[in-house]
């Protein structure tokens, strides 16, 4: 791992790195150039990263933050292979540089709803960090249910809610298992009600149903934390968008 | 700046490579361009302001049950009218607590569940309250909670635990700075109980299953069990009740003390069924009992005698003090009743406090508040029916 | 909404673009994260039915000191860690660095993991003194005059 980070960062400053695939963070100058696309562009949907998301973190915040650790061999789900760098001693490590892309992918898609004034829902069954997602989602202003999945809180919430109910635009799964064994029932009823959801898959975890996996450590506290934090930094800029949005339509209007 | 140039535009040639390839990747699926011409801009569409699907549909329920609600309340109105009519009163002075007089008298009932007696009360009280509107405008929801379909309770769960995270915090900081922790750091909750499920259940408005209960109560305890914990005695005082009556360890009367020097108290209002009097009782004392000047010969059965000495022999005084009482009204057992809890309600001033314990526990010091049953119609008695016969 | 509950056909987006196309839904009654996965679709298309990725064996990671590093560990040193300061070098590192720079210098093969342990301790044992030493003067003298009471008020 390290060998491969440190490489990246020496050549940051020789050669020049797609920001697609980089692992580095964003340099800074890079901002005001970007402001000029901004003002050319109608719509935040043709620039490729509108709300600077790849700013939010780089690979050593990943590796600081346990994310690259897996569980044992033999737990390993088949489909869960293409993300893997290794195994260490019988525990599987995850590729951060592969993660860090899907994260990014991920985050930006966050954003872009909330932008969009979408309804975000945090999901996580694992006890031990139930409590910094609620949290989490409180500080954003969005919605948390890390309690038991009671069945058909999607797929007959009108019964359930007593009334016609919307449903959440975005899952973010922080775990996406119930327990060892079980994959969270909310996974499937995401894909059943058209809901995309984003999921920290480990790697005894089944990325299928999942539209934006993200691999890596779901069960440390700290990857959790920092998890917590991106999602909440891109929701955050999202929404900062959309208020300034909002002013600016309403300005339009009075003058119209 | 050439550099952050080039930069950019190698950015730009990525990203428009990918998107052509993703492009690519769905053709088989459809032929987008077709769907994407009808598609108005999301920018365009978020101008125009509109009421969401599940708004719409929360007005018109809370209209259907504004107009229920009018319907009931004048009905409601005619009844009292009608009410009042039969009862021969005056309709503008006719109040709740004379409607339930009024239904009682007019619709006896033996039925031993208050719940299940005919009543008539306005309907804001029969009909429970409903919750407002749970959502915005847009159809997001008030509340963070929402999706868990019990907001309140998973808030509870949620601040209890924030103040956990506090505590421990606050822990660490004192063991940082090495000091020793304050004497009140241990909080004395011996006085009261949790709330029960019942009660916890009207304060949150929301259905809690006995689980649920379980780890409220659980999560509670572990809260209290930290140290410091009295630094968030408001949150977990909200959901004690103080423990029932232990008040008459702290209300006995001080006896007083006549000319002979002898102490002397008096219990007044000794009720059971319709009789009524006053018990005094002086000590020390040889075991004298006066009932209405005479001696304990004025009831004439074995049990009334039994009823009036049995606090004396229970708390081994029967010797030691003397008994003077009046009473009038009733018959020989509700006056001997009365008697007895008078004479135990004034033995509370001459025993001690274990002694006071096993009064309690053996029902002396409790008022027996039940009266006659009246006759119903149709029936011989209270409760019994004519005879059966076959033809 | 009108779409099939199915979730093993296809995916999302497909389904959502069926139901477009044939105008189960309109166009503007589209769902609001239907264009922003349209510009930003996911890496893998999220497909329930997906071909099991072939069955490569797994890379084992090995470090060129690991044989350095297992001498020690079968001898039972440097396995304890302190979690006090996980941000110091290990105890292993330490030993690993020892042995290397004793290697350099031309220690015997024999010898080299006995003197790089005695090294090692009778430096760790030198800094502790140091520490206590230190700890006598200064820190106590502050934690001493804390103002205890104080603390509470915070």
């Known amino acids: ?115 969009r004034g979408g309804i975000i829902c945090f999901f996580n069954r694992n006890a031990l960090n139930a409590h910094i997602v609620e949290k989490t989602a409180l500080e954003c202003g969005e919605y948390a249910h890390t309690r038991f999945w009671k069945g058909g809180i999607f797929t007959n919430a009108n019964h359930q809610f007593g009334a016609i109910t919307r449903l959440p635009d975005l899952c973010i799964f922080l775990n996406t298992q119930n327990n060892i064994l079980n994959q969270h029932t909310a996974v499937r009823d995401c894909a059943k009600m058209l809901i995309p959801s984003i999921g920290i898959v480990d790697t005894n975890c089944n990325p299928n149903l999942i539209t934006y996996p993200v691999p890596g450590n779901d069960d440390t506290p700290v990857a959790v934390e920092l998890y917590c934090k991106l999602f909440k930094g891109a929701i955050q800029r999202g929404k900062e968008a959309r208020l300034k949005f909002l002013q600016e339509a309403e300005e339009q209007g009075t003058f119209a | 700046m050439p550099v952050s140039k080039y930069f950019s535009s190698s950015l ?142 998973f808030q509870l769960l949620f601040d209890a635990a924030e103040h956990l995270e506090n505590l421990h915090k606050f822990e660490d900081k004192v063991l940082r700075n090495k000091a020793i922790p304050e004497q009140k750091s241990k909080l004395d909750l011996s006085s009261g109980v949790w709330v029960s499920k019942d009660q916890l259940e009207i304060m949150l408005v929301e259905t809690i299953s006995d689980l649920e209960y ?111 009482c009046n009473i009038e009204g009733g018959g020989p057992s509700g006056q001997a009743g009365a008697i007895r809890w008078g004479i135990a309600w004034g033995l509370r001033s001459f025993v001690d406090k274990s002694m006071l314990e096993s009064m309690q526990v053996a029902g002396l010091l409790t008022r027996d508040h039940r009266r006659r049953e009246r006759k119903k119609p149709g029936q011989p008695g209270a409760r019994k029916k004519p005879t059966w016969k076959r033809r | 909404m009108a779409t099939s509950r199915l979730e093993r056909i296809g995916t999302i987006f497909t389904r959502a673009e069926g139901l477009l196309k044939h105008g189960a839904i309109k166009p503007d009654d589209r769902p609001i994260w239907f264009d922003v996965y349209q510009a930003f679709p996911p890496l893998v298309e999220p497909k329930f039915a997906r071909p099991k990725p072939e069955n490569k ?63 090692v301790v009778s430096h760790k044992e030198s800094e502790q003194i140091t520490i206590k030493a230190n700890s006598e003067s200064a820190t106590a003298q502050v934690l001493s005059e804390a103002n205890l009471k104080n603390i509470f008020k915070q």
């Open chain 1, 1 to 115: 791992m390290f060998p491969r980070i440190i490489l990246n960062r020496i050549f940051k400053n020789v050669t020049i790195i797609p920001r697609y695939n980089s692992t580095a963070a964003k340099p800074l100058e890079h901002s005001d150039n970007n402001e000029v696309i901004l003002k050319a562009k109608s719509s935040p949907l043709d620039h490729p990263d509108y709300f600077q998301v790849h700013s939010l973190f780089n690979v050593k915040d990943l590796f600081d933050a346990r994310v690259h650790f897996g569980h044992k061999e033999g737990s390993l789900n088949e489909l869960m292979a293409p993300y893997l760098y290794g195994s260490r001693q019988g525990h599987l490590i995850f590729d951060l540089d592969v993660t860090a892309e899907h994260l990014r992918r991920a985050l930006n898609f966050t954003a872009h709803i909330a932008y």
């Open chain 2, 12 to 153: 730009h040639s990525v990203y428009n490579k990918n998107a052509r390839q993703y492009s690519s990747s769905h053709k088989n699926t459809t032929n987008a361009h077709d769907i994407n011409d009808q598609f108005t801009d999301w920018e365009t569409l978020n101008k125009k302001k509109s009421i969401s699907k599940p708004m719409k549909a929360y007005l018109e329920r809370a209209r259907e049950h504004d107009d229920f609600m009018k319907k009931q309340q004048i009905e409601y109105n005619i009844g009292k009218r009608h009410l009042t009519n039969m009862m021969g009163e005056d309709p503008e002075t006719f109040t709740q607590r004379d409607v339930d007089r009024a239904i009682e008298y007019l619709f006896p009932s033996g039925i031993y569940d208050p719940a299940a007696r005919p009543l008539m009360k306005p309907p804001e009280e029969v009909f429970p309250a409903r919750k407002a509107a749970e959502f915005d405008e847009a159809g997001r929801p008030h509340h963070f909670l929402f999706y868990t379909g019990k907001p309140n309770f």
């Open chain 2, 214 to 324: 379980d780890n409220f109560k659980l999560v509670m305890e572990r809260l209290v069990s930290t140290p410091y914990s009295y630094r968030c005695i408001d949150f977990i005082e909200k959901f004690r009740k103080p423990l029932a009556s232990q008040k008459f360890a702290l209300e006995i009367p001080k006896p007083s003390f006549d000319e002979e020097g002898r102490a002397y108290i008096t219990t007044y209002e000794c009720l059971r069924k319709k009789a009524r009097g006053d018990v005094t009782i002086h000590s020390p004392g040889t075991g004298k009992i006066i009932i209405n000047g005479k001696d304990i010969t004025y009831f004439e059965d074995i049990q009334s005698r039994e009823q009036v000495i049995f606090p004396l022999i229970f708390t081994g005084l029967q010797n030691r003090v003397d008994v003077e």
């Open chain 3, 57 to 119: 064996p797994i890379r084992q990671i090995l470090y060129k000191e690991d044989t350095i590093r297992a001498k020690f560990h079968m001898q039972g040193h440097g396995l304890g860690l302190n979690m006090l300061s996980p941000y110091g070098e290990t105890q292993t590192k330490k030993l690993i660095q020892k042995y290397e720079q004793l290697q350099r210098e031309g220690v015997q093969d024999t010898e080299l993991v006995e003197k790089s342990v005695s090294a």
